[in-house]
């Protein structure tokens, strides 16, 4: 591919922390008794929560009465509300700092014989519950939380870049961008449905080992050694994305699952890590078109840009998470 795409290289400077944004989460659960367990999952950057705070008009959420723990991606506190408490239904949730954020809230509503699923957006950071009417399938939210993650997964996106820059015929990069696709709705369904369990620690350092793997085939390539990823492409994207499956199902399942509907929640979430993965290969494919007509050439030596790029910040993140193992 001739002047390799210098612009692309924009987003892969901008995008220089791999771990994406991930969504908030309020769990309110309805038990046997009628008493009420909530659960807010708070998503940390680095040492620190987003700074949100969960408001239920009813007054339940007190800091003062949870009880906090922390996960290695959130903040965790959890609520209990005596069977004696106001009815639930026509309660407004507020998240309050939400607006100044691009962090999403997915708030579930789980009672003995029904659930409910809201997503919470910046734009509108509250949501009215209304549980006496029956809900359809959350189909939209579980749909935007997948390609939510795909497209603030900076790691996963840098690997499918790696893969449009190897990759030289449509043929091949159609059965190469399939096999990528198996590979991880396979281990996403394992790992979501407790089949598999691999630490998250391990698979975001193995992940980032495989960018460096494609980073360094790339430059192989560009000095003439084709090796296994430009030869056998699908096989590489096939084995790969077992590993990026592995990382898809730890967002996933950090958020959370109405139990009552896993099958249907991550087929939902596959579907849109699906619709955000063909809308970012085309539109790298759109800006690859468009550059390799322009009307001046870049130096020859642009060429090996990416692959170097590539492989320094999938490097560091490598270093990154394997110390924090």
């Known amino acids: 591919m001739k002047n390799i795409v210098f612009i692309i290289l924009l987003f892969t400077f901008l995008a220089s922390d791999a771990h994406e944004i991930r969504p908030a989460y309020l769990e309110i659960r309805e038990t046997a008794d009628h008493s009420l367990s909530i659960t807010w999952k708070q998503p940390l950057m680095g040492e620190y929560g987003v700074p949100l705070h969960p ?12 009880e906090q723990s922390y996960t290695e991606s959130y903040l965790v506190k959890h609520w209990k509300v005596s069977p004696a408490h106001v009815t639930l239904d026509a309660q407004t949730i507020t998240i309050y700092g939400l607006e100044k954020t691009i962090t999403d809230v997915l708030v579930q509503i789980i009672l003995p014989q029904s659930s409910f699923t809201y997503l919470v957006k910046p734009i509108r950071p509250f949501v009215k519950l209304n549980i006496s009417k029956p809900q359809p ?70 992940i980032a080992l495989s960018i460096v793997f494609l980073g360094v085939e790339l430059v192989h390539h560009y000095q003439g050694k084709n090796g296994l990823a430009f030869k056998f492409p699908w096989l590489v994207s096939f084995l790969f994305g077992l590993l990026h499956g592995l990382g898809f199902a730890t967002a996933l399942s950090d958020v959370g699952l109405p139990q009552n509907n896993i099958p249907m929640a991550l087929f939902l979430f596959n579907v849109g890590v699906e619709l955000g993965q063909l809308s970012y290969v085309t539109l790298m494919l759109l800006l690859i078109a468009v550059i390799k007509r322009p009307r001046f050439q870049f130096p020859a030596w642009s060429v090996r840009i990416p692959a170097y790029v590539i492989g320094t910040l999938a490097t560091y993140w490598f270093i990154e998470r394997v110390l924090a193992i």
């Not at 239920?56 to 003062?64: E, N, P, R, T, Y």
């Not at 939209?140 to 840098?158: E, F, R």
């Open 55 to 66: 408001v239920i008009s009813a007054g339940w959420l007190q800091d003062s009465t949870a």
């Open 137 to 206: 399938p959350p189909v939209w939210q579980y749909i935007q939380l997948g390609i939510y993650h795909i497209w603030t997964g900076v790691d996963h996106l840098l690997f499918l870049f790696g893969l449009l820059l190897l990759v030289r015929t449509r043929s091949l990069l159609i059965w190469t961008i399939t096999a990528f696709t198996i590979a991880h709705s396979i281990t996403l369904a394992l790992a979501t449905l407790h089949i598999v369990n691999v630490s998250s620690a391990f698979t975001e350092a193995a």
